[in-house]
């Protein structure tokens, strides 16, 4: 199977959202942030591993603590996966921090920021020229 053909892409979005089901409902653990979501999965072609961006809306301690949460779940999360799914093989998942979003947000406020400042330069120099 190629990585990313239709088949490896619907495994992506049936794991995708089973691992999200099961870190809402399932684990109890404190360390993990109620903010949790699973941004994207990559299952390798054979099913022996797989990649889960997680995006956790918190300070970077909680950030750190969610992952390590979901490592030292891993054993569980993956068994409830093959509870769940019905794949050959149920892929060992290494949990992968994303900061994506917050990336975009901050760039966001700077782009917002460089236009306040710009129109108020264009004011500025209006209010100069009358």
Known sequence: MRKNSIKNTRINGEVQKELSSI??????DPRIHPMTSVMSV????????CKAYI????????KEDTIRGLSS?????????????NLRNTPEIRFILDES?????????LIDDVNR???????TA???QE
């Open 23 to 28: 870190i809402r409902s399932e684990i109890k």
């Open 42 to 49: 990559e299952v390798a072609p054979d099913l022996k591993t």
């Open 55 to 62: 995006s956790v809306l918190g300070t970077q301690e909680a």
């Open 73 to 85: 779940a891993e054993g569980y999360i993956r068994r409830q996966l093959a509870r769940n799914l």
């Open 101 to 109: 979003i917050e990336y975009g947000v901050n760039m966001s406020k």
């Open 117 to 123: 400042k710009d129109a108020a330069a264009k004011e």
């Open 126 to 128: 209006e209010e100069e």
